[in-house]
């Protein structure tokens, strides 16, 4: 078994700064864990603590029942990926890969079949006798996988593997990842800034904030539920429409629903264009600011009316007024367009 435990993880770095303020996780054995979170939030941190290349100054982590918090990096039986790749590159791409089992000590057959398995699997068969810069930039980062994938390790640990990467071959790449790990089914961690790359790739997601996790949970369920506004704005592009259903309209759509305070989420696609107002549902006039054609999607870009436009203070929320609709296809109302929007499954 290879579960990963995180009880109650703190890192204060020398003068004092508090990166992680106390973090639970629990990731069950096989399963591929993402962190993700704004930069600064500290998910690099937690995962080099994982690795043991950074100190733990509070709480305990756990590999495989084990904890680890005194162990060498060496002897934690984990492989990390980086995003810079870390590859020599002097040696060709099967010395990449051969070197640290050799430094092991391994057998030079063992060794032997390890890389050529690896390179099998990762389609680099015809290029281990390059050199790294030889490869393209996909190509160096199957290489970085195979190093860890030759070890066996019991935990994967990637640290914005494809952030070099090319939009298109980012894409090529996280599914390859994902479909790497089913069949190797190891225990993964994963950090990203990409919230796209995180749903797709999780099987739990961990989303992080200044030190602590704000939630945790299987992607779309956090998706459809965010615990907080930081999580409803963070996970979802573009972001989720934060209202204050203190204004008025919006009150009283909700037939007195909705509390005072409350703060009420909407997704751009939970909006259609209409003049209907869905029973428990939610309607909105907007001023048409812009529209933005993507090909299968139009996402138009309104602003509310004077009285409604207390918006929640959150990172990373939409600009006070605006709000985000998103339709499929490419037929949209004219800039400046009076229409009307209403919310067929207000959350
Ligand atoms: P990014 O996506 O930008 O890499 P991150 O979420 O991975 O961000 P970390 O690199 O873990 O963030 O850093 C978390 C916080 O800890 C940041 O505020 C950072 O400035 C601080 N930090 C990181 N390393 C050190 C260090 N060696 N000494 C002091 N503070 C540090």
Not at 218 to 244: D, H, Q, R, W
Request: aromatic letters at 4%; charged letters at 25%.
């Amino acid at each position: 078994m290879a579960n990963v435990t995180l009880r109650n993880v703190r890192k204060t770095y020398t003068g004092g700064f508090e990166a992680i303020k106390g973090v639970n996780v629990d990731v069950a054995d096989g399963q591929f864990c993402v962190l993700v979170g704004p930069s600064g939030c500290g998910k690099s941190t937690l995962l080099r603590m994982v690795a043991g290349l950074e100190t733990v100054t509070g709480g305990e982590i756990d590999i495989g029942g084990r904890v680890v918090n005194q162990i060498e990096p060496a002897d934690r039986d984990i492989a990390m990926v980086f995003q810079n790749y870390a590859l020599y590159p002097h040696m060709s791409v099967y010395n990449n890969m051969a070197y640290g089992l050799r430094n092991r000590g391994m057998a030079e057959t063992e060794v032997k079949s390890r890389v050529e398995e690896a390179a099998r699997v990762l389609e680099l068969t015809s290029m281990l006798e390059r050199k790294p810069r030889q490869l393209s930039g996909g190509q160096r980062q199957r290489v970085a996988m195979g190093r860890a994938i030759v070890r066996q390790p019991k935990v994967f640990l990637f640290d914005e593997p494809l952030s070099n990467l090319d939009a298109k071959l980012r894409i090529a790449m996280r599914v390859e990842i994902r479909k790497l790990q089913r069949r190797l089914n190891t225990t993964s961690i994963y950090v990203t800034h990409d919230q796209l790359e995180a749903m797709t790739l999780a099987d739990v997601l961990v989303v992080m904030n200044g030190g602590q996790v704000e939630q945790v949970g299987n992607p779309l369920a956090i998706y459809e539920k965010p615990a907080t506004t930081f999580v409803a704005s963070f996970i979802g592009a573009p972001p989720m429409n934060l209202m204050s259903t203190r204004a008025d309209e919006i009150k009283s759509q909700l037939n007195g629903a909705a509390t005072e305070a409350g703060i009420l989420g909407i997704r751009p696609e939970d909006f259609v264009i209409t003049d209907q107002t869905p029973a428990g549902g939610v309607a909105l006039p907007l001023t048409v600011e812009a529209i933005e054609r993507v090909g299968a999607e139009t996402f138009i870009y309104g602003s509310r009316e004077q009285e409604e436009q207390r918006v929640a203070a959150t990172p990373g929320e939409l600009p006070p007024g605006e709000v985000i609709v998103r339709i499929p296809g490419t037929e949209a109302p004219a800039i400046g367009a009076r229409i009307r929007v209403a919310a067929i499954r207000p959350k």
